[in-house]
Structures are given as structure tokens and as C-alpha cells.
């Protein structure tokens, strides 16, 4: 059901039936109002099962507010000749503003230093450089200037090597890079996708995508493969839907490609990626790091992910807003039969 917000501008024109306005059990609640259900509401990732579609006799339409609608049982749908819709255009620009976060975050680090910052250890430890790339030359520790002997001659080109740097300021010479300038793979060029890329151009990033098949009228590289897409690119954005086909698309073998110095942004679903793999390439160092927006078996994150840096966790938050929805709901679904 939608969220109470939507509810006295859709009583206005539709009879309602919430299940959460009632306290009888949902199988009993569905059979008991079956025969007059034409059309059924889902928000956000809410299973729509053959079992539940079996309930509903007279269901004519589900209206879905995700672009992906793997968590609709389409084939039951298309049997019966059940109507189904997506987010359309409603969450496309949105979802490439986060998509772009993550990736500017996990690059530059900005969420690391954040948890530096609150946990006390600038204090401490020194400052914690966010930005630029990781250069020991450039570090600025937070400690008072050392006592050189004036017979010492000063050469200020030379750099102070590397484990001085770390007793100085620890976490200073975390690895950090720059966003511009970067080669991005894109897979799966669509709406979400293609509203990546232009963002991503802004940045004076090169782009490439791989998709079901290549766009004539688009100006960026196309790669038929995964492989071939992640060994040409730093960062790696998953904007596809899954499928039974792409499930686990993104597998050791990507990742491998991918690299020591590659990342991978994944705002599609948890299951595009092997999971476990992913932990595994992230504990070995062989890829650079990774930031989720989605997870394999939601909510539960695996916890070797929490203590890694190189790592950004978000749960959905580029969508389901207020905002968002009152043009979802209003004109903006895209109907597939």
C-alpha cells in the first residue's frame, strides 16, 4: 500500500483496502475482499507472488514504484493477462544523483573521514586527507613542526617516506583519489543509466557501457562483455535489472578485471553481485573497494564489510520519498502486459 500521504488523494477517486488497517491476518484479509480487488498497489520491493496473485481473482493491474520489477511474479502476470507497471521516468534522475554520491564517496573517501572526525581521532591521530590522490608529499599531519638542527640542510623536494608518514598521522595516507578524469563503465545503458552518464561527463570522466545490445546514437564506447567493460574502467556501475540471466553477473572472474585499483557501484539489486565473492576481492585487496546501495539477502549486510574503509553502505535512500512519489503515482507509470 502506499504511504499514508497518498491515501486521502487516492480514497478520492478509489476505494481503498489497506491491510494494515486491519487486524485480521493478511492471507484472511486478501481472501475475504479477493472478488472486488481490480487493481493492487506495491511500494517499493514488497513481493508479489504467484500465491498472492492467486488470491486475487479479479486482479486486472499491479501497480509497481521500483524501476526493477524482479519482485513481481511476471510470467503469472502475463498468464493471466494482468497488466504491470514500473517507476517509468519517476526515480531516474534521482537514482543517478545517488548512484553518482556513492561513487565520488568511495573514491575520495568523504564518509571514511566523516567517522574519522566524530570518533576524535583528527585529534589524536592527525589529519585525515579526503581528496586528491594518495601522495605522502601531500600530507598535512596535525602535530606540532619538528626541531630540525640548523647544520641539517633542508631539500623541501624530498618526501618523507612512507612509514615515518604513517607514525605521524595513521589513517593520512589512506588511499584517496579524484573523480575526474576517471574511465566509468556503465552497465546497462538505460533510463538510470543513461541519466549516469551525463552526470558523469560533467565530471570529465570517460564513459563506456555495456548493454544487451550496442546504441547507435550514443557518443560513448560500447563493450559486448563485463569482462571486457571492467578491464577498461576504474569504476564499475551496476544500473541493470536482475534477471534469472544476471544474476551474479558481476563474479570473481569481473571483479579480477575490475582490479586492485577499480571500484564497483551497484544501485540495481543485492543479487547482481556475488556477494561473497565481493567480500572475498575486498579482504584480498583485489579490487580497490565498493559502494551498495542494495544487498544479496536484505537487511542483512555481511559484516566483514563494516570495518572496511574502502567501502560505502547505503539502504535506498535515492528513493521512496514523498516527493518522489506524488508524480510516480500520478502520471509517471508505464504500463507492460
Not at 27 to 55: D, W
Not at 108 to 115: E, K, L, Q, T, V
Not at 169 to 179: D, G, I
Not at 320 to 328: A, E
Request: include cysteine; aromatic fraction near 6%.
Amino acid at each position: 500500500m502506499p504511504p499514508f500521504f497518498f491515501k486521502s488523494q487516492l480514497q478520492a477517486h478509489f476505494h481503498l483496502l489497506d491491510p494494515l488497517d486491519s487486524s485480521e491476518p493478511y492471507h484472511s484479509f486478501l481472501t475475504r475482499h479477493a472478488p472486488s480487488v481490480l487493481a493492487l498497489l506495491c511500494v517499493g520491493n514488497t513481493p508479489v507472488s504467484s500465491e498472492t496473485l492467486s488470491l486475487l481473482p479479479s486482479l486486472k493491474l499491479v501497480v509497481g514504484s521500483s524501476a526493477g520489477l524482479d519482485h513481481i511474479d511476471l510470467h503469472e502476470c502475463r498468464r493471466r493477462g494482468i497488466a504491470v507497471t514500473d517507476a517509468g521516468q519517476a526515480f531516474s534522475e534521482d537514482v543517478a544523483d545517488f548512484a553518482v554520491g556513492l561513487l565520488i564517496d568511495v573514491f575520495i573517501r568523504m564518509s571514511a573521514g566523516d567517522r574519522y572526525v566524530r570518533s576524535g581521532s583528527w585529534v589524536t591521530k592527525g589529519t585525515y586527507r579526503l581528496g586528491g590522490k594518495s601522495s605522502v608529499g601531500q600530507l598535512r599531519p596535525s602535530l606540532p613542526p619538528l626541531a630540525v638542527p640548523t647544520s641539517t640542510p633542508i631539500r623541501p623536494s624530498i618526501k618523507p617516506p612512507l612509514d615515518f608518514c604513517r607514525k605521524l598521522s595513521p589513517f593520512a595516507v589512506e588511499k584517496c583519489s579524484k573523480l575526474s578524469g576517471k574511465r566509468n563503465g556503465i552497465v546497462g545503458l538505460g533510463r538510470i543509466g543513461s541519466e549516469v552518464a551525463k552526470r558523469l561527463v560533467a565530471f570529465g570522466c570517460s564513459i563506456a557501457y555495456c548493454s544487451r545490445k550496442e546504441k547507435p546514437l550514443v557518443p560513448y564506447a560500447y563493450y559486448s562483455t563485463v569482462n571486457d567493460l571492467a578491464k577498461n574502467s576504474d569504476g564499475l556501475i551496476l544500473c541493470f535489472s536482475l534477471t534469472k540471466e544476471t544474476h551474479h553477473m558481476i563474479d570473481s572472474g569481473v571483479m579480477e578485471a575490475l582490479g586492485k585499483e577499480g571500484v564497483v557501484i551497484n544501485i540495481g539489486r543485492g543479487a547482481l553481485i556475488d556477494e561473497k565473492e565481493l567480500v572475498k576481492s575486498l579482504v584480498q585487496g583485489r579490487i580497490g573497494g565498493a559502494s551498495l546501495d542494495v544487498y544479496e539477502d536484505e537487511p542483512s549486510v555481511p559484516q566483514e564489510l563494516f570495518a572496511m574503509e574502502n567501502v560505502v553502505l547505503a539502504r535506498d535512500s535515492n528513493s521512496g520519498t514523498q516527493t518522489l512519489l506524488r508524480p510516480l503515482f500520478r502520471d509517471n507509470a508505464t504500463v507492460r502486459n
